[in-house]
């Protein structure tokens, strides 16, 4: 009975459960995957139902109150079951009148039976909901309820002490943080169990490589994934009764994206890339050879990374290393790959300075830049982020990577940058973006809440905790415990007064102009 | 988590135990090895102990004079102060006995009718601060200096003090010469007796006119309440108290049970906190809050059995990020102080409260959504100014970006006299080891790793003070400090 309802177990009030149920499924998306594969059942069973019947009116109203009968009619049916009165022939009618008050507990009750008795449930439901329909006053079709009655036996053994236990239940199950809960359905992939066949080998090891954080940072993963399509285009054959351009681009690169879409949500430089391609497949002459059509595109991505990324990267390290004086004192957060090359070069130039390196939990990424710049010579202080105001006492200018700029000037980076821009900003030392222009978005953002990226929060996890060691104090047991949840975002939105300049391949910017030259670098690339 | 400890690890629970089977010099020189070691941390721990210690000191004080009680006090606060300077609450808790005792000996005197109700200002200003060990640079010229009174250079009893006396003689040497002109005025007060003894003015002329009396009316006239100014404590006046054993036992007896009632509001500092918690959350907010601190558990539970709310907690990344955990997980199961039972409490989320944990990074991101703020200090400084964990700056200022109110929850015993001329030097440096594991050979050899424990925040960044005697606004505490300290018990 509970899943045609709705596998929503939390249904505080009877007649949220009772609207629920036409349309469970589809609040079924919050709870675990074991409701919604029940929903998935119970909407497979709800179709068989009406088929059968043959009568079944759109009405939303007449819908609900059928299945209120329904319901109830059940209700009656268990009831009777349970106090051994066999054959429930007055049950449906007085079900039908009344007897919802403890639907609430039953439907919940039941949830925990398990998956096949659910599934049990769900036919014999669908049986029920069809004697019941057609017997609307008087019910003598014995036969089929007592079909459904000789499974109903299994699920419905009574635990009295889960009956208290399901509110906790419900509870326990809330691990996402409300604030953030559009966000949970981006998924991440650690395996390749599932993938579709169509995914070349380079992106499956991609997608695995990103998801693992083996590959992080915004320009890195837009590199890779090019390159990887690289080789997935040279292994690309067209089919006989189509062309190229019209077939690569939805057919062919399209699952490999999806899968990268699934190991772990993309980065916008990956995303304008991924425009960038797709355009340029689309304006392949269809006559031109196979061969000569994937040489070009190859050329054509080559040229992409060199122009946007690897030229650009070096102009940009080039103009901001200018900036870099004699005993200037550096500061910078996590690992930015344009900082990291403006400091190597400003070092070779011979500027005199020094760097502090400020890092967070949980992915440490500044203790890798403060290697490499210690291995090249440089003097390197690190610091985690409690110690930003200490450092900020001691900064004169601020470096910070991107992740991508907003048309609205600000900066979409790693968390914990904001805070860093803050601290500089008080203490009014400039604050410099690195950022190429393929990492431009035309969205906006006034805040880090609405859009972000979720990562799981088993990553905060303490290595012992993660183990699943239980050790009294961790976090071991965190997913047991009600009301708790961990939250760890991976990027935060620093507002625009906090820049003072953002460095492009173009030149120096202020915040404010970079919507204009996000159309100038798209303009350049849409070939009239 | 071995449930068997071969020997128990030092910190306040085997201190007390020392203190109870040993003599005071001995466990005087524990507490001092303790304190340096930082095997005792954190306030709260620091000032119990410090309070048990003194209250043995006072018990086994065996001489009759108050002078020499108020010395000892003093010497074994200066020795307890320099083992740790940074663990304000030593120092705090050593001059709030010396108040008191000084309290109860002028309370005794002003009944005893023998002894000159009014005696020279052995006053100290209070612009003469100059905390022991730690480097200050005080300017002649600052405000609180010209408005107030100036040691007189007589032999005081705080002749013994440090060379602060010396840098604030000369200023005063100075002053008088340029202001000793008029006469001095007449007061209310009884026995005006000839100049040698400096009269009681109570108006503000007669202290321009009479440099050498401190001025009731100048703020904050530390140590009294009484519009009439109350003589300063001075080995003079003691030494024509006649010798009344029975008073003098008094005396000590008195000391005895203010320094119990000390331990009290140190026990109950943190239920008096509490009580006001409802004022002040209302349902439905979220608040952020960040380390493993008592105080404001507490504060958050009184609050979370009436109303729900969400609270956000930031880890403290490296330094107490493992307390941080323990207490979302479990709350306090027992007590690091004593044995008392009632140090237990629950976590929220056993209460129903959703408590969502987040790394230090995030509290900007966050911070939009965030409807109050709540911090815990290490110290509270006089001028509105906190000491907190490492992050608390961070917090603070992102609040204050967002327009969110900032309220800091501790008990008065944290309120310190000491005015931050130097706010560097408040600041205390932990393990390196915690940033970045010795173990990394590279990063230890090349790179240089700071820890600093500590934030200090400025007044202008926190709203509110809630303390075991209320609300306050940052602007008030220095009434508070005049309330519980005397003006020459801050120079110890």
């Known amino acids: 009975m509970a899943p045609s309802v709705g596998g929503d177990p939390a249904a505080p009030t009877d007649t949220a459960a009772s609207q629920s149920a036409p349309d469970g499924s589809s609040k079924a998306a919050i709870d675990g995957a074991q409701t919604s594969k029940t929903s998935a059942i119970a909407s497979s069973g709800k179709q068989e139902n009406g088929v059968a019947n043959g009568e079944t009116k759109a009405s939303g109203a007449e819908a609900k109150k059928r299945a209120k009968a329904e319901k109830a009619a059940k209700r009656e049916r268990e009831k009777a079951e349970r106090a051994g009165a066999g054959g429930t022939a007055a049950g449906p009618q007085a079900s039908e009148q009344g007897g919802q008050s403890s639907g609430a507990l039953k439907p919940t009750q039941n949830q925990q039976k398990g998956q096949k008795d659910r599934q049990g449930e769900a036919k014999a439901q669908a049986q029920a909901q069809t004697s019941s329909k057609d017997a609307k006053a008087s019910h003598k079709r014995t036969g089929s309820v007592s079909a459904a009655n000789a499974q109903r036996p299994l699920a419905l053994r009574r635990r009295p002490s889960q009956s208290g236990g399901q509110a906790k239940e419900s509870k326990q199950i809330v691990k996402e943080v409300g604030l953030f809960g559009h966000l949970y359905n981006q998924p991440r992939r650690y395996t390749i169990e599932g993938a579709s066949k169509a995914v070349h080998p380079a992106v499956l090891a991609l997608g695995l490589q990103m998801s693992s954080y083996t590959i992080c940072g915004s320009s890195a993963r837009c590199v890779a994934m090019l390159l990887a399509f690289k080789k997935a285009i040279e292994a690309y054959s067209t089919p006989k009764e189509t062309s190229l351009p019209r077939h690569m681009s939805s057919h062919y690169l399209s699952p490999q994206i999806d899968f990268l879409k699934t190991c772990r949500p993309i980065s916008v430089s990956m995303g304008n890339a991924i425009r960038w391609l797709k355009d340029q497949i689309i304006h392949i002459d269809p006559d031109t050879d196979d061969g000569e059509a994937k040489a070009e595109l190859c050329a054509g991505i080559d040229q992409f990374i060199r122009e946007r990324i690897t030229v650009a990267g070096s102009a940009i390290a080039a103009s901001a290393s200018t900036k870099i004086k004699p005993g200037d004192v550096i500061l910078t957060y996590a690992k930015s790959a344009l900082v990291e090359q403006t400091l190597l070069r400003a070092h070779e130039a011979g500027t005199d300075f020094r760097v502090i390196v400020l890092d967070s939990r949980p992915l440490f990424e500044g203790k890798n830049l403060a290697r490499a710049l210690a291995r090249a010579g440089l003097r390197v202080q690190y610091m985690l982020l409690s110690a930003a105001p200490h450092a900020a006492k001691e900064a004169t200018t601020v470096l910070l990577g991107a992740h991508a700029m907003m048309s609205n000037g600000r900066l979409c980076s790693r968390v914990g940058t904001a805070v860093v821009a803050m601290l500089a900003h008080a203490r009014a030392i400039p604050v410099i973006v690195c950022c190429e222009s393929v990492k431009f978005t035309d969205r906006v953002a006034l805040d880090s809440i609405v859009q972000n990226e979720i990562a799981p929060s088993e990553e905060l996890l303490l290595p012992s905790a993660a183990a699943g060691v239980a050790d009294g104090g961790s976090l071991a047991k965190w997913k047991e415990t009600p009301g708790l949840q961990l939250l760890n975002i991976m990027y935060d939105v620093t507002p625009a007064e906090y820049i003072d300049m953002v460095v492009t391949e173009f030149g120096f910017l202020p915040p404010s102009s970079v919507p204009v030259v996000h159309r100038i670098s798209t303009e350049r690339d849409v070939r009239t | ?492």
């Open chain 2, 1 to 492: 988590m071995p449930s068997v400890m071969l020997a128990p690890t030092p910190g306040i629970a085997t201190f007390l135990k020392h203190l109870k089977h040993n003599p005071v010099d001995a466990s005087i020189e524990n507490f001092v090895s303790l304190l340096k070691r930082r095997q005792i941390r954190s306030s709260r721990p620091c000032a119990i102990a410090t309070t048990h210690l003194l209250l043995k000191v006072v018990a086994t004080f065996r001489d009759r004079d108050v002078a020499k009680l108020v010395e000892r006090i003093r010497s074994v606060g200066q020795q307890l102060i320099a083992a740790q300077p940074r663990e304000m609450a030593v120092g705090n808790i050593v001059r709030r006995v010396l108040g008191l005792v000084r309290e109860i000996a002028e309370d005794d005197a002003d009944e005893n009718p023998d002894s000159t109700s009014m005696g020279d200002s052995g006053y100290l200003p209070y612009s003469n601060l100059e905390p022991s060990g730690l480097p200050t640079h005080f300017s002649n010229f600052s405000p609180p200096k010209h408005g107030s009174a100036l040691p007189q250079k007589s032999g005081l009893s705080q002749s013994d003090s440090n060379g602060g006396d010396d840098n604030s003689g000369q200023g005063a040497v100075a002053v008088e010469k340029q202001l000793d002109r008029r006469p001095p005025l007449l007061t209310s007060h009884t026995s005006y007796v000839a100049s040698a003894m400096a009269p009681q003015v109570t108006s503000l002329f007669g202290l321009l006119s009479h440099p050498h009396t401190p001025s009731p009316t100048a703020t904050p006239p530390l140590g009294t309440q009484s519009p009439v100014m109350k003589p300063g404590l001075t080995s003079r006046v003691l030494a024509t108290i006649p010798d009344a054993s029975a008073a003098k036992v008094d005396i000590k007896a008195e000391v005895l049970e203010g320094i119990r009632e000390l331990l009290d509001e140190l026990d109950q500092a943190d239920d008096q906190i509490a009580a006001y918690a409802l004022d002040h959350i209302h349902s439905n907010e979220i608040i952020l809050t960040h380390t493993s601190s008592t105080t404001v558990q507490r504060f958050l539970l009184a609050a979370a059995r009436k109303r729900k709310f969400t609270v956000i907690h930031a880890e403290a990344y490296p330094n107490d990020y493992l307390e941080t955990h323990a207490t979302i997980m479990q709350g306090r199961q027992k007590s690091a102080v004593g044995d008392d039972e009632d140090e237990r409490w629950s976590p929220l989320t056993a209460l129903g409260i959703t408590v969502i944990m987040i790394p230090d990074s995030a509290v900007f991101a966050i911070m939009s959504r965030v409807n109050k703020v709540i911090l815990s200090p290490h110290t509270v400084l006089a001028n509105g100014g906190l000491v907190a964990a490492a992050g608390a700056l961070t917090i603070a200022q992102a609040a204050s970006v967002h327009k969110t109110p900032v309220i800091a929850v501790s008990g008065v015993y944290k309120l310190s006299p000491v005015y931050p001329f130097d706010t560097e030097e408040l600041i205390e440096y932990g393990d390196a080891g915690r940033v970045a594991e010795f173990q990394d050979g590279e990063m230890v050899e090349s790179i240089e790793v700071v820890n600093p424990l500590f934030d200090y925040v400025s007044a202008d960044l926190v709203d509110l003070y809630i303390t075991n005697l209320g609300g306050h606004a940052p602007s008030y505490l220095y009434r508070i400090v005049a309330d519980h300290y005397r003006a020459e018990d801050v120079n110890l």
